[in-house]
């Protein structure tokens, strides 16, 4: 997950107060912020140091990051007018930065750990623009979807086109796999995901799509949708710790690979009580390659990461499916 230095004192300590787009701006610091984690850890692939409302906020609509709160915008989505503010995105001229992060991490580091690149898939990043900031209840965006579906579809669409022209200039720059976020998915019923978000997710992987780059999709408190946001074209489901590991792999499609899923809140009890848990992932996967050990949201702060630091150990040691080391969990 993209917050995986957040619990280090090494990235307090460097990454200072202002707005996340500010240290974003930073290639420099970006490119550190993203080695901080793989360092300490000695995780397997690197997630650029990014936000989901990067593309957005670069072509001038309005956004920010607030701290402690999460994206705002000044002027929220409200009509067919607003349609004219979401342009085109230019990597080269408006997101520069972010290419210059990518072929720094892609210089600096390890030969073996590939660096992810990710965007915002069009819902979430709508339900930003719509309701002005987080929301508990999706009211604005979901009166928009049943009561304006032209305008919704349209705007779906413009989203869907800067994720994948972020998504190409990532992979361009150098990234080997790419991740969608759509973080507040899980909000909607299967019969409103189907219909109102599906199509526009599906023209994101579908565009970005190439030989041998994996894709992941990942949403929280999604398990009523994994299989229709498998459908949507990734080549990995992403899975938060609400389902069990084993009951999402029947809801997906045989054989697609699953990405995580330990509680992020459990890391906050004893190690016992977190290896406990950390074994139980592994014996749920029972073995199958596909499967990218993860945490099933993102490293909270409070954390401590000396026992983040237990959790990537035994899960080199006992969860490996490759012959490596051993794989039985027990």
């Known amino acids: 997950m993209r917050q995986a230095g957040r619990s280090l004192p090494e990235y307090r300590a460097l990454r200072g107060s202002g707005t996340i787009l500010d240290a974003i701006a930073d290639a420099d610091l970006a490119c550190e912020l993203t080695l901080q984690p793989v360092r300490r850890y000695g995780v397997d692939a690197a997630i650029l140091y990014s936000d989901i409302v990067v593309p957005v906020a670069a072509i001038g609509f309005g956004v920010d990051v607030a701290p402690g709160t999460g994206p705002v915008v000044d002027q ?9 503010r979401l342009r085109p995105l230019e990597p080269d001229v408006d997101t520069p930065y972010v290419l210059d992060t990518v072929r720094n991490l892609v210089r600096d580091l390890p030969a073996d750990v590939p660096l992810i690149g990710f965007a915002g898939a069009p819902f979430t990043v709508a339900s930003y623009l719509i ?24 705007l779906m669409d413009r989203l869907a086109d800067l994720a994948i022209t972020s998504l190409h200039s990532q992979l361009d720059a150098g990234a080997r796999a790419i991740q969608l976020f759509d973080s507040w998915a899980g909000c909607l019923s299967p019969m409103d995901y189907e219909r109102f978000v599906l199509p526009h997710s599906r023209k994101v992987f579908d565009a970005v799509a190439r030989p041998g780059v994996p894709m992941i999709h990942f949403g929280v408190d999604t398990g009523e949708l994994l299989g229709l ?13 609400r389902v069990p590991l084993d009951a999402a792999r029947t809801r997906v499609p045989d054989g697609m690979p699953l990405q995580g899923n330990l509680d992020p809140a459990v890391c906050a009890a004893p190690w016992d009580a977190v290896a406990a848990a950390t074994r139980d992932v592994l014996a749920r996967n029972a073995g199958n390659p596909g499967h990218v050990f993860n945490l099933g949201h993102g490293v909270m702060p409070e954390l401590d990461p000396g026992i983040l630091e237990q959790v990537v150990e035994l899960v080199h040691a006992e969860g490996r499916a490759d012959g490596v080391a051993n794989a039985d969990p027990a």
């Open 131 to 154: 309701e002005g900031k987080p929301s508990r209840t999706w009211l604005r965006t979901k009166a928009m979807m049943h009561g304006d579906e032209p305008l919704w579809h349209a």
């Open 229 to 241: 946001m498998a459908s949507a074209g990734a080549t990995v489901m992403g899975v938060d710790w």
């Open 76 to 84: 929220p989505f409200t009509s067919t007018a607003d349609l004219q």
